[in-house]
């Protein structure tokens, strides 16, 4: 099991740029796949990127693409998000996941076993 508390999200103006955080605790997180996805009001969870366990293999949704960054730091149980050139379409909950099966890699929520509680993040026009 992998334990996750996301931070740094909060209010910007379109244009602007963020950074999240994810901490993670347990034994298996230097194995996991890890991702972020998010959840706007009344949308379904919706993939934004994930990154294999070695961070060779990186995959994002098209919408952020060239805009978003995801890596990790193994040695510290981190996982990132860099967020530029923010739009309000990307207001919404970010959530960090992991799934604790090593090797896999998808873009499915429901694989990933193991989620934070969430931040907001709103991005204003």
């Known amino acids: 099991q992998v334990q996750l508390v996301e931070s740094g999200g909060g209010l910007v103006q379109a244009g602007g740029s963020l950074r999240l955080s994810c901490a993670a605790s347990?034994?298996?997180?230097?194995?996991?796949?890890m991702a972020w996805f998010r959840q706007a009001p009344g949308k379904l969870r919706e993939f934004v990127a994930f990154?294999?366990?070695?961070?060779?293999?990186?995959y994002y949704e098209a919408s952020v693409k060239d805009r978003f960054t995801i890596s990790r730091d193994n040695a510290k149980n981190a996982v990132y998000l860099q967020m530029t050139d923010l739009k309000p379409e990307d207001t919404a909950v970010y959530y960090c996941?992991?799934?604790?099966?090593?090797?896999?890699?998808?873009?499915?929520?429901?694989?990933?076993?193991?989620w934070g509680q969430g931040t907001q993040v709103t991005v204003s026009s």
């Open positions: 347990g034994r298996t997180f230097s194995d996991a796949t």
């Open positions: 990154i294999n366990k070695s961070g060779r293999y990186i």
């Open positions: 996941a992991a799934d604790s099966i090593p090797g896999r890699t998808t873009t499915n929520p429901t694989f990933y076993d193991n």
